[in-house]
């Protein structure tokens, strides 16, 4: 099973929105409404920020969206602030029972 | 507040068995889903498996062969055991409550393989 795939790097200025994408296949983002996204800052564990592709854990700042559209998830960050700037890793369930993990988005603040 | 802990070696041989615990606390460990990611250093996250309560286990069929995952209920721990380990196993290894999405992380701790 392969990593989900998703851009190396995004960036963006403070205010304005980004979207990291999450591509996978039929058999894991394609297939179920199972993918979560996490914010990791360095040296840090990371932090859930959306699961079941759109849902917030409480207490996440609302300006973090989920989506997903066919084979591909989608994570907005709007208003795009200082302290948003972490690597990002998505996650779905894959139909052989398992999770896989995508290749992780460094987003930057300009 | 769920808090969660690892503990174990941070040295490990080539060819020997990796073991880490993970304390609970704030909360019984006898419900919910507990699992084990890592991270080598520099790359992405690596889900290993997860446990539930009953006991019923999965794991990442890339590692199945090499792992276990165990629960100590009495002491709210649960368990991690990676065999035959080489430098590839060298991570930050975090233990989590949950299975699918994993709202609460220890800490982590660095495990490196090196004679």
């Known amino acids: 099973q392969s990593a989900l795939t998703q851009p190396a790097s995004v960036s963006g200025s403070p205010g304005q929105s980004i979207t990291i994408s999450c591509t996978g296949t039929t058999s894991d983002v394609g297939r179920y409404n199972y993918v979560s996204w996490y914010q990791q800052h360095p040296g840090k564990a990371p932090k859930l920020m959306i699961y079941d592709v759109s849902n917030r854990p409480s207490g996440v700042s609302n300006r973090f969206s989920g989506s997903k559209s066919d084979n591909t998830a989608s994570l907005t960050i709007s208003g795009l602030q200082a302290e948003d700037e972490a690597d990002y890793y998505c996650?779905?369930?894959?139909?052989?029972?398992?999770?896989?993990f995508g290749t992780g988005t460094k987003v930057t603040v300009l | 507040q769920v808090q969660l802990q690892e503990s174990g070696p941070g040295l490990v041989k080539p060819s020997e068995t990796l073991s880490l615990t993970c304390t609970v606390s704030g909360g019984s460990i006898s419900s919910y889903y507990w699992s084990w990611i890592r991270q080598p250093p520099g790359k992405g996250l690596e889900w290993i498996g997860y446990i539930y309560y009953s006991g019923t286990t999965n794991y990442n069929p890339s590692l199945k062969s090499r792992v276990t995952i165990s629960l100590d209920t009495p002491k709210n721990q649960f368990s991690l055991k990676l065999n035959t380990v080489t430098t590839a196993d060298t991570a930050v290894y975090y233990c989590?409550?949950?299975?699918?999405?994993?709202?609460?992380w220890g800490q982590g701790t660095l495990v490196t393989v090196s004679s």
């Open positions: 996650n779905s369930y894959t139909s052989t029972n398992f999770y896989v």
């Open positions: 989590v409550r949950g299975a699918g999405w994993w709202e609460y």
